[in-house]
């Protein structure tokens, strides 16, 4: 991470913005997730 991004938050996010319109609910997306991983070092 640079060091001009130090005392800022950061976060990790995964999904799936699906953008269809409906009420029906086999209208959409499905996401799923097999593996995540993350790891934190120190700076």
């Known amino acids: 991470m640079p060091s001009s ?6 976060y ?4 799936d913005y699906d953008q269809t319109v409906g009420s029906d ?3 959409g997306a ?3 997730f097999f ?3 993350i790891s934190h070092q120190p700076t």
């Open 25 to 27: 609910a086999t209208i």
């Open 30 to 32: 499905t996401v799923k």
């Open 35 to 37: 593996t995540l991983q």
């Open 5 to 10: 991004f130090v005392g800022y938050g950061q």
């Open 12 to 15: 990790f996010k995964a999904g």
